[in-house]
């Protein structure tokens, strides 16, 4: 167990793809970048987990399921991922993807927007967005498919600690991170496209907003990469970047300035600290602390509620 590592959140600047031809190109960048943290920062720092923004191989730029499975969609495992699975086996690191559009041929009419774990040993684990933008992303979720019986919210346990990634919405959601700390998930990674006005700056800066209180409400790490594509490269909108690693008392320990680009940042994680928080503390242990019983409303569906949102 390697309890205290450096985390690499990695942002990309690419030109929006047409077709799956594109990608390869747009992972050896990353390749290239996973050695950039690892090797660049090595007199400093030993990285041991480097962290890719949603969208980084291919957004959803088209209109329909059909478009985004004829033009960009692939199957996972595939040659990208296990060009990923022997960087890290030679860096002796743990990536976590850029998103796929995936096709998974037990459910052919379906599209996922799946992130991948990947380590020394394979792809430890994939994680499909539960939670689409509506409307603007039309591939699926999980959630919503007559008899889907993978998990939900993986958890991987490795040598650098319980690790669980969710997509950009998701974290918007907060049952949705609460299950990957229920999970056992000590390193929450955001894999995030968060565009702008809803960015790292001041007025409305969610992106910030958000991965502090998730760290906090979970007493977890949070890693969290941000697409840096400009306009021109992801229209119809500008993402701002801005990724950050925040402790587990909601402190940011790094982040990059905010603005397209691509950027790399670097933060510790000590899952000694942590791991001895967990146990000692009382207060703000909300984990521990949680009454599962008291919000029995969050399992109707919302047309089973009264007007109000309150109790029946």
């Keep these: 167990m390697i309890e205290r590592y450096y985390a690499a959140a990695c942002q990309t600047d690419f030109p929006s793809p047409r077709s799956r031809d594109e990608i390869p190109k747009r992972v050896d960048r990353m390749l290239e970048m996973v050695d950039h943290a690892v090797v660049g920062y090595s007199p400093f720092f030993d990285v041991r987990l480097v962290v890719f923004p949603e969208f980084a191989h291919s957004p959803p730029r088209y209109a329909t399921v059909d478009e985004l499975r004829d033009k960009l969609a692939v199957p996972i495992p595939n040659e990208h991922t296990d060009r990923y699975v022997a960087r890290a086996r030679k860096r002796g690191v743990y990536i976590q993807t850029g998103t796929f559009l995936e096709a998974d041929p037990r459910y052919p009419d379906a599209v996922f927007n799946t992130t991948c774990l990947i380590g020394p040993d394979g792809v430890l684990a994939r994680y499909r967005k539960v939670n689409p933008w509506l409307p603007w992303e039309v591939h699926a979720s999980p959630a919503d498919l007559p008899g889907y019986d993978e998990p939900l919210f993986p958890v991987v346990e490795t040598e650098i600690g319980r690790l669980g990634a969710a997509i950009c919405y998701d974290w918007l959601f907060p049952e949705a991170i609460r299950a990957l700390a229920l999970a056992g998930a000590e390193v929450l990674i955001r894999v995030s496209a968060y565009m702008d006005p809803w960015g790292a700056t001041p007025p409305m800066d969610w992106w910030t907003l958000f991965n502090r209180a998730r760290a906090v409400e979970n007493l977890a790490y949070v890693v969290a990469s941000n697409q840096g594509a400009s306009l021109a490269n992801y229209p119809p909108f500008s993402w701002p970047g801005g990724s950050m ?60 509620r009264p007007p109000g949102g309150g109790s029946r």
């Design 245 to 304: 690693i925040v402790d587990y008392d909601g402190r940011i320990l790094s982040q990059a300035d905010p603005g397209p680009g691509e950027k790399i940042v670097v933060g510790p994680i000590d899952l000694a600290a942590l791991r001895a928080e967990r146990g000692r503390r009382r207060g703000h242990h909300m984990l521990s602390q949680l009454r599962h019983g008291a919000y029995s409303d969050l399992h109707a569906r919302p047309d089973d």
